[in-house]
């Protein structure tokens, strides 16, 4: 059984340009989610959530290897943010943060490997944020993206370069700021971190 990693397979999605915007059609997928609020430097609700995605994401991607139906790379962080009664995401209000944590599921994985996964992690350590996590189909649909290379302190200049690629353009911003983590910021340098940061346009 030969190994998937669905970041190469949707290399469209998961891999842009740093240099330049692109502009992508954004499939239907499906995502273990969790919502949350505040900033993520500092909120334990924050680390929670990402604590029970990552159990969860690491159990169903065993089981059904073990299984012998699927093997795959479990996919990078994603997550959705947006300030409630404000158009557009604001970059330096980060206590009113709200956020969808989410990582997205291969078509293997059905609701019922979900609710077993889930119920397997609940009795090994039992994160805490476990019972909040849905498992959802999402459809971004057409978007525009670019890879921010460095800090996540530092997206300002990059998100505003999508922006203004996107009304240059003829677009007009809709939906959620949408960032994909894909470095580990424990192995990383903060200089060389990569995050995909993706804005849904119409």
């Known amino acids: 059984m030969k190994k998937v990693d669905h970041k190469k397979v949707l290399n469209e999605l998961y891999r842009p340009s740093s240099r330049k915007p692109s502009e992508v059609d954004v499939p239907e997928m499906n995502f273990l989610m969790i919502d949350g609020k505040g900033d993520p430097n500092i909120a ?4 929670d ?6 159990a969860t994401s690491y159990t ?7 299984a012998k139906i699927a093997d795959f790379t479990v996919m990078p962080l994603e997550g959705l943010w947006w300030v409630e009664g404000s158009e557009g995401f604001k970059f330096d209000v980060k206590l009113d943060w709200c956020w969808t944590s989410m990582i997205m599921q291969p ?3 059905t609701r019922n490997d979900v609710i077993a996964a889930i119920a397997e992690a609940k009795e090994k350590k039992d994160p805490p944020a476990l019972q909040k996590i849905r498992f959802e189909s999402f459809r971004e649909g057409y978007s525009v993206q670019i890879i921010h290379i460095g800090p996540w302190a530092e997206e300002q200049t990059t998100i505003d370069e999508l922006h203004n690629y996107a009304e240059e353009q003829g677009f007009k911003l809709r939906g959620k700021h949408h960032e994909i983590y894909l470095s580990d910021p424990r192995r990383t340098a ?9 804005q849904p346009v119409a």
């Open 44 to 47: 334990q609700e924050y680390q």
């Open 49 to 54: 959530a990402l604590e029970a995605l990552y």
């Open 60 to 66: 169903l991607k065993f089981n059904l290897k073990k």
């Open 107 to 109: 078509e293997p994985v």
């Open 190 to 198: 903060p200089e060389k971190l990569k995050t995909v940061i993706r």
